[in-house]
């Protein structure tokens, strides 16, 4: 997934088995926009699309595992950890 600076996202998630559409392309940044801004979210932009998109066979692979039983699954330490991320829990 790439993340672009429009204020709308725009996130394709392929079906199992398919490819993902190519996202739209980012809207133009507004007249005026400061250019100390542009240059503080450079570097984090330039990251961000250094980083994969998603294995959408990958993720396919994995779901069919975890579907048979051959990927291990323990929903309370998921939950805990929803829990944890989101401030629920602390510790």
């Known amino acids: 997934m790439k993340i672009s600076s429009s204020s709308t996202p725009s996130v394709s998630i ?16 507004p007249a005026g926009t400061d250019a100390l801004e542009s ?5 984090a932009q330039k990251a961000l699309g250094a980083l994969p998109d998603f294995d959408a066979a990958r993720v396919a692979e994995l779901r069919d595992a975890l579907a048979k039983g ?21 510790g």
């Open 14 to 29: 392929a079906p199992v088995g398919g490819t993902a559409a190519p996202a739209a392309a980012p809207a133009a940044a």
């Open 39 to 43: 240059a503080v979210l450079q570097p």
């Open 70 to 90: 051959e990927l291990p699954f323990d929903a309370g330490r998921l939950a805990g950890l929803i829990q944890r991320f989101h401030g629920g829990a602390r």
